[in-house]
């Protein structure tokens, strides 16, 4: 563990002091707080179970019908992504075969499959993400990534396609483990999400 | 008369539960529509509706009932393909519906 990591784990101690001390503080306060739902007078405990309604990207949303009103909720798991049958993601570039290493300019090749891709792709807009393997510090990655969507979606935009966000997550959102060199070079990718 | 005006009242409203009340039904179970086409709720069709800052929501009217839901990402971020412009809806998301609403 390097001094600056220490540092930081004094720092999140320190805060987590701090925060107690206010929480003990809180907690006499908390006395003349109410919960969400104390004034509502009709308290229920009706049982609501959903359905499951699938849309048309694949992905699931919770739906339940009450008579004359009708409830409907994405699907998500706890960290807030959905929970889809199927992908949307219609190409993912392994960017080993489309940029060299640590450069964001498109191989000739590369861009040529590119516009070929664009140009037969029948989807009606795009959504463009980078990613990368695990090397390098998690700064650099997020703007390496970042920059690699970048060029692929100007391509995209070069031959008409429409691109409605270009995103890098760096190596934050890893497709497989990144402890062999097979998985960090399936982890070097830049996905194409189709919007039909 | 009284008599009779309560009895109509009561009619209505057992007609109204048949329905779509389910006659206490849906109190169980909440995945169906006991509507005038019974149906599963996994059967709609969604068209998707462009809300103001121009991001999807998939929306479905289903006669008595709307649903509108976000449409997101596989990262859970809002998609916002610019469908329609904001504040519109578009595709065939009144298809489930067999009551006349002109709304």
């Known amino acids: 563990m390097g001094n600056h990591a220490k540092n930081a784990r004094h720092a999140n101690a320190a805060v987590l002091a701090v925060g107690l001390a206010l929480a003990s503080v809180s907690g006499t306060v908390a006395l003349a707080q109410e919960n969400l739902f104390d004034n509502d007078g009709a308290t229920t405990n009706e049982r609501y179970a959903p359905t499951i309604w699938v849309d048309p990207d694949g992905c699931e949303h919770w739906v339940m019908d009450d008579g004359f009103e009708g409830y409907m909720s994405p699907h998500t798991n706890r960290q807030g992504i959905p929970v889809c049958n199927r992908g949307n993601v219609c190409g993912v570039m392994n960017t080993d075969q489309y940029f060299a290493t640590n450069s964001y300019r498109l191989t000739a090749g590369g861009k040529q499959n590119l516009v070929n891709f664009f140009r037969t792709a029948k989807s009606r807009a795009y959504i463009i993400v980078g990613h990368t393997d695990s090397r390098a510090s998690d700064e650099y990655n997020m703007t390496l990534s970042y920059n690699r969507a970048n060029s692929v979606a100007a391509v995209a935009a070069s031959v008409g396609a429409k691109i409605i966000d270009v995103r890098g997550y760096g190596e934050r959102v890893p497709k497989v483990s990144n402890a062999s060199a097979g998985g960090m070079a399936k982890n070097r990718r830049v996905e194409i999400i189709c919007i039909r | ?103």
């Open chain 2, 1 to 103: 008369m009284t008599f009779v005006k309560t009895i109509s009242v009561l009619g209505i409203v057992a007609l109204l539960a048949g329905c779509e009340g389910g006659g206490g039904l849906v109190n169980t179970d909440k995945t169906i529509d006991y509507g005038f086409r019974s149906h599963h709720l996994s059967n709609m069709t969604a068209g998707i509706w462009i809300d103001p800052n121009g991001c999807d929501h998939w929306i479905i009217d289903d006669g008595y009932e709307g649903y509108l839901s976000q449409r997101l990402d596989p990262y859970g971020k809002p998609v916002c393909s610019e469908a329609g412009p904001p504040n519109t809806a578009v595709g065939p998301y009144k298809t489930t519906q067999t009551v006349s609403d002109t709304l």
